[in-house]
C-alpha cells in the first residue's frame, strides 16, 4: 500500500507519512487522523509512554518499533531513552515509565514463547522450559516474568512476599537443582556442593542459601550473616 498527499508526495507507509505531516507543520487535525491511523500498521498507543508515542510488536524475535509524538523512530528500548535523555520536552519520570514499557513488553514476548509446560512440582500458574540442545531450564512466574533457575524464582517470591504455601513448594522444588536440607543448618536453609576438575585434580566448593533467599558461596560468608542476623 502507498499513501499520495494532494500535493502528489508518496510514502509507502502511514509511519512516514505522519513523519512529513509532522516535519512540515500539518495541521494538527491531520496529524491526529493520521497518528490515530497507525493502528492499522500495528502501531499502538501505551499508557506508560508519554502523549503521541505509539510502539509496535516486532516480529518474531526481532525488537519492538517505537515511534515518539515528534515523529523520530527508534528501533530499541535504548535509542529512545538517549533522546528522551537529551530531549528538554521529557523527564526522568518519562524515563522511568519507558522502562515499565520495556518490562510489560518482555513479559509478553516470554508468554508468548510456545515451549512452556506446567510442572506438579513448581508451584500452582508457575510453568517451565528447556532451550535448544543445551538442556538450560527456565521458569515463567503467572506474571510473565522469566528466570534461569529455581533458585532465583525462590529469591523473586520472597521479596515480591508471595504466599507461604507457594514460597515452600518453589524451595521444595530446588532438590531438582541439587540443593538439600541438612539438620545441622538453620531452619529453612539449603546447601549445594559443586565439584569442577583443575589443574591439581578437582575442586570443590559449597553455597548456601538462607531461609530469607540470600546466597553465600561460602560457610564463612553465612557464618557472618548468622552472627549479625542470630537465629
Keep these: ?15 512516514t507519512a505522519l513523519q512529513y505531516l509532522l516535519k512540515n507543520d500539518h495541521d494538527e487535525e491531520e ?9 492499522h500498521e500495528g502501531w499502538q ?10 510502539i509496535k510488536k516486532g516480529p518474531k524475535n526481532m525488537k519492538n518499533k517505537i515511534i515518539s509524538a515528534e ?15 537529551f530531549n528538554e520536552n521529557y523527564t ?26 506446567e510442572d506438579k512440582n513448581l ?9 535448544g540442545n ?7 512466574a503467572p506474571a510473565g516474568i522469566q528466570f534461569p533457575c529455581r533458585r532465583a524464582a525462590l529469591q523473586h517470591m520472597i521479596e515480591a512476599k508471595y504466599g507461604s504455601g507457594e514460597i515452600e513448594k518453589m524451595r521444595n522444588s530446588l532438590v531438582h537443582e541439587g540443593w538439600e536440607f541438612n539438620h545441622k543448618l538453620p531452619n529453612l536453609w539449603m546447601y ?11 575442586s570443590r566448593n559449597c553455597q548456601l542459601l538462607s531461609d530469607g533467599g540470600q546466597l553465600f558461596d561460602s560457610f564463612l560468608a553465612a557464618e557472618v550473616f548468622i552472627k549479625s542476623n542470630p537465629y
Design 71 to 85: 515523529g523520530e523512530s527508534f528501533h530499541s528500548f535504548a535509542t529512545a531513552v538517549d533522546y528522551m535523555k
Design 192 to 202: 549445594k556442593e559443586s565439584t569442577w576438575k583443575c589443574k591439581s585434580g578437582v
Design 1 to 15: 500500500i502507498y499513501f499520495l498527499t494532494p500535493d502528489g508526495d508518496q510514502f509507502n507507509s502511514r509511519r
Design 123 to 131: 508451584p500452582e500458574g508457575w510453568k517451565k522450559r528447556i532451550t
Design 92 to 117: 526522568s519520570k518519562d524515563i522511568d515509565l519507558l522502562q515499565n514499557v520495556m518490562d510489560e513488553k518482555k513479559r509478553e514476548r516470554n508468554e508468548d514463547i510456545e515451549d512452556w509446560i
Design 31 to 39: 496529524i491526529e487522523e493520521m497518528r490515530s491511523s497507525l493502528k
Design 134 to 140: 543445551t538442556g538450560k531450564l527456565y521458569f515463567l
Design 45 to 54: 498507543a501505551n499508557r506508560y509512554l508519554p502523549q503521541g508515542w505509539m
